[in-house]
């Protein structure tokens, strides 16, 4: 009896340790709306630490943005 529990047990571990579910690595999503004059340099520099370019590279593959053309009102997914 108790080597069924045990193997019981062991099997609810497995599946749980191979079950999907969320890990929360990228966090949550934020939606941007964009201001009169703002710019990706602007929001990359004040939203994200280190070099502005690759937070920008990272915007604009986000939003499908050919360049960094943006304009009020815009929403623009942060990554």
């Given at each position: 009896m108790f080597a069924?529990?045990?193997v019981l047990?062991?099997?609810s571990g497995l599946v749980w340790s191979v079950a999907?579910?969320?890990s929360g690595a990228h966090g949550a999503r934020?939606?941007?709306r964009v201001k009169p004059h703002d710019t990706l340099w602007g929001i990359a520099a004040?939203?994200?630490g280190g070099d502005a370019r690759d937070a920008i590279?990272?915007?604009e593959r986000a939003n499908d943005l050919?360049?960094?053309s943006i304009?009020?009102?815009q929403r623009l997914v942060l990554p």
């Open positions: 069924r529990i045990l047990i062991a099997l999907p579910r969320p934020i939606v941007y004040a939203r994200y590279w990272r915007i050919r360049d960094s304009k009020p009102g």
